[in-house]
T-cell receptor, first 108, second 112 residues
């Protein structure tokens, strides 16, 4: 049983396209996180949110608490956005649960 | 600030050997965690600490020990390495429990 499900698993886009990655979760959460893992392996935190929407540059994250669903959008995608995007939830049981990631490739 | 540092970056062990993965942070974070990342699976929590002297088990603790004698350091010990422990290990820290995680660069461990 996976507490966090992401879709799609793999995504290929042309440069400039609008991209959406989805995350559904089944546990009660205190916050949801979006992480980025580059091909070199390092992991960085993009967003932490518990309601509504956050924006940072070309990245937008939204969350719907009632539907237990979050989306990560990338506007005007660029090859440097190619990475694995990971959804994680901090549960009300004080545990972190991670999705298996969405591998994004942006082609010039 | 160096952030979260991990050593070594790569390690090869033989079955039965022991070793310690080092993790340090210079952000004065109370919360530190160890994760393993395996192909096709999400990051899984091994052990975590909510402050110096306090540690607890995560989802996959068997075969690993931790200690937290200082706020800065959180080493992970493999007692008797097994091939199933071949993985990439990440250390992370955060200011608050379940807060924004700061990850180290990872240690790629192979057990033969």
């Amino acid at each position: 049983k996976n507490e966090v499900e992401q879709s799609p698993q793999n995504l290929t886009a042309q440069e400039g396209e609008f991209i959406t990655i989805n995350c559904s979760y089944s546990v009660g959460i205190s916050a949801l996180h979006w992480l980025q893992q580059h091909p070199g392996g390092g992991i960085v935190s993009l967003f932490m949110l518990s309601s509504g929407k956050k924006k940072h540059g070309r990245l937008i994250a939204t969350i719907n608490i009632q539907e237990k669903h979050s989306s990560l959008h990338i506007t005007a995608s660029h090859p440097r956005d190619s990475a694995v995007y990971i959804c994680a939830v901090g549960s009300t049981g004080n545990q972190f649960y991670f999705g298996t990631g969405t591998s994004l490739t942006v082609i010039p | 600030n160096a952030g979260v540092t991990q050593t070594p970056k790569f390690q090869v062990l033989k079955t039965g050997q022991s070793m310690t993965l080092q993790c340090a942070q210079d952000m004065n974070h109370e919360y530190m965690s160890w994760y393993r990342q395996d192909p096709g699976m999400g990051l899984r929590l091994i052990h975590y600490s909510v402050g110096a002297g306090i540690t607890d088990q995560g989802e996959v603790p068997n075969g690993y020990n931790v200690s937290r004698s200082t706020t800065e350091d959180f080493p992970l010990r493999l007692l008797s390495a097994a091939p199933s422990q071949t993985s990439v290990y990440f250390c992370a820290s955060s200011l608050i429990l379940l807060g924004e995680q700061y990850f180290g660069p990872g240690t790629r461990l192979t057990v033969t």
